[in-house]
């Protein structure tokens, strides 16, 4: 299985847009959204993503297939705004490879959150960040900080 992970250009907006789609279905279960009046959760901010310079899309392909993507917002620090992989390609190896990828391509201090209510998403980033990480919580978030070195 050959896995990689590309920068996301303006004519991959329609890929990015699908695959947001899928993504916030997943994602329901834990925030309760419901779908909009035309039958999509839509995203909000996708958009910005081409237009700031303080956001990077990037997605990930599995042997040429589309397999998911990364939502950054870059600063100080650096914040992982969405992640998502494929039912598909999960327990395989292909978010790990992704995270790594992403998070080397911008060094620095990083934060990534997840819910409270999605347990399995703060196992996998426990497991996949391969740097010493700080971990606390507030009232429905787990955040954990650390520092990708240059």
């Known amino acids: 299985m050959s896995a990689e992970v590309v920068d996301a250009e303006q004519g991959d907006r329609p890929v990015?847009?699908?695959?947001?789609?899928?993504?916030?279905y997943d994602f329901s279960e834990f925030d309760g959204a419901d779908i909009g009046p035309h039958g999509e959760f839509g995203y909000r901010y996708l958009d910005h993503y081409w237009t700031d310079d303080d956001r990077r899309p990037f997605l990930f392909r599995v042997d040429g297939a589309w397999a998911g993507f990364a939502l950054v917002r870059v600063g100080e620090p650096n914040d992982m705004a969405e992640f998502f992989v494929l039912r598909k390609y999960r327990r395989s190896g292909v978010g790990r490879m992704a995270a790594?990828?992403?998070?080397?391509?911008?060094?620095?201090?990083?934060?990534?959150?997840?819910?409270?209510?999605?347990?399995?998403?703060?196992?996998?980033?426990?497991?996949?960040?391969?740097?010493?990480?700080?971990?606390?919580?507030?009232?429905?978030?787990?955040?954990?900080?650390?520092?990708?070195?240059?």
């Open 16 to 24: 990015l847009r699908r695959l947001l789609e899928l993504y916030r």
């Open 100 to 150: 790594v990828d992403v998070l080397a391509r911008l060094p620095g201090p990083w934060t990534v959150r997840q819910q409270l209510t999605n347990p399995d998403a703060t196992s996998f980033w426990r497991s996949a960040i391969p740097y010493p990480v700080k971990e606390h919580r507030t009232d429905d978030e787990v955040v954990l900080e650390f520092t990708v070195p240059k």
